[in-house]
């Protein structure tokens, strides 16, 4: 067997019941043979492919936090610091009881390529924990939050391991999060970005996953001679990613006809009405099936649903693995042109390759979702110079990140005669920085 092929056979063997994991591992090292095939002796005598596959460490520790009720109960914590190659640790924090090791270690290993195309100095990282936020009270989310730092704030640090949110953790968890540390460690730096306006957080923050998803999608478009001024747009999700892709495409002058939460999904053929949504969501905090309560004319459906509706462009939005084979068939006789994906890894592998087969322009979560870290990055910038830039400063910066990812990408898949290929691509042009960075620095 050819070197990656034997170390793909290694991985499988030793982590055979972290499927996540596995499946991220496979899409990102197949996309490589290219690259691997042109100068195999030296990536093997480098050990490069094991290196990159292997975390630098893994850290699980038990959570315990007391109830309401007085009750003590017990969470598991995981932080992943996978590689520091470019700069320190960075990836989200992911409060979710689907939380495990495989989850993390995927989105840990996924975080470092992701990082590498911003052009930023960050490393991979990712943690969490099984809890779950919804239907807790203030009090004991803090108390949960604030139990969790007292663990975690041993391994981070401004230049060490920068955490940010992720599913489950938003403002309100940064901020406890943040004070646990500063209380512990009796230290004020940048030891997590997503912060609050008032305590060191960045301007465009919230807005940036969401508005990076678009200014890719608008690049991608416009290279191919189209427009998203009037396009049907379908997102998955009600999440802080989804919502904000909703209203720069509005913005853009496309028409967002769907959103989805754990429940079910909306359909709305006039055009989502994102002050209902954001009321909904970021408010009330309650379901999406409300919706229908606000506007007479959109339609709500228990379950799966969002990519049957017929759209030219398609964002999953919500979680790992939500667009199946089946789901990419739909979208294909529904004519869509373009997917381009809002969440980590949410399109199955079966169903990316249909995709691409079919001739639909498809980018993966690596390059199009890397808004929200980028913006971190400019957030640990801000702080390591006691700066605070304003919205227009970081909304350029990010747009003009987003535009070099789609323009970094494209040209790394035509290198290797796979134009069009943006999964590859964007494997190969993080790949090659990691590494160019790895064997500079020795066995490390």
Not at 241 to 248: D, G, M, N, R, T
Not at 310 to 339: I, R
Not at 432 to 441: L, S, Y
């Amino acid at each position: 067997m050819s070197y990656l092929k034997d170390v793909l056979a290694d991985i499988n063997r030793k982590y055979p019941y972290q499927p996540e994991f596995l499946q991220a591992v496979r899409e990102v090292f197949e996309t490589l043979e290219p690259v691997i095939s042109k100068n195999e002796d030296f990536y093997k005598k480098e050990a490069v492919l094991e290196r990159l596959a292997e975390p630098d460490r893994q850290i699980i520790f038990r959570v315990p936090w007391v109830d309401d009720a007085g009750n003590m109960r017990v969470n598991t914590g995981y932080r992943v610091q996978f590689n520091n190659a470019i700069g320190p640790y960075k990836g989200g924090i992911r409060f979710h009881p689907s939380v495990n090791l495989s989850i993390i270690k995927f989105l840990g290993f996924e975080q470092t390529f992701k990082n590498s195309l911003t052009g930023l100095p960050m490393g991979g990282a990712k943690g969490g924990s099984d809890f779950d936020p919804k239907g807790k009270s203030e009090r004991e989310v803090m108390s949960f939050c604030q139990s969790f730092m007292t663990e975690l704030c041993k391994y981070i640090g401004a230049d060490i391991d920068v955490p940010a949110g992720d599913i489950g953790v938003g403002a309100r968890e940064i901020g406890y999060m943040f004070g646990q540390f500063k209380r512990i460690k009796g230290s004020f730096e940048g030891v997590l970005t997503g912060k609050g306006l008032s305590y060191g957080g960045s301007l465009a923050r919230k807005e940036a996953t969401g508005y990076g998803l678009l200014y890719i999608t608008d690049e991608l478009l416009r290279c191919h001679g189209m427009s998203l001024a009037g396009r049907r747009v379908a997102i998955s999700g009600a999440g802080n990613v989804a919502i904000y892709a909703a209203e720069k495409a509005t913005q853009l002058g496309a028409v967002v006809v769907t959103m989805s939460d754990s429940t079910g999904w909306i359909y709305d053929p006039q055009g989502v009405d994102l002050a209902a949504i954001k009321e909904i969501k970021e408010i009330r905090r309650a379901r999406i099936s409300e919706y229908i309560n606000y506007r007479s004319t959109a339609e709500y459906h228990e379950g799966r649903g969002v990519w049957s509706v017929k759209c030219d462009v398609a964002l999953p939005c919500a979680t790992q693995n939500e667009l199946f084979l089946d789901d990419a068939k739909a979208l294909v006789a529904n004519g869509v042109v373009a997917v381009v994906e809002g969440a980590n890894m949410p399109t199955t592998i079966e169903a990316t390759k249909y995709l691409q087969e079919n001739g639909v322009l498809f980018v993966p979560g690596k390059a199009s979702n890397a808004g929200g870290v980028a913006v971190s990055g400019l957030e640990m910038s801000q702080n390591s110079g006691r700066l605070s830039w304003t919205f227009e400063e970081v909304d350029t910066k990010l747009r003009n990140i987003m535009v070099n990812i789609y323009h970094n990408i494209e040209t790394a898949a035509a290198r290797y005669g796979m134009e069009g290929n943006y999964v590859a691509g964007a494997n190969i042009a993080g790949f090659e920085k990691v590494v160019n960075a790895m064997t500079a620095q020795g066995a490390c």
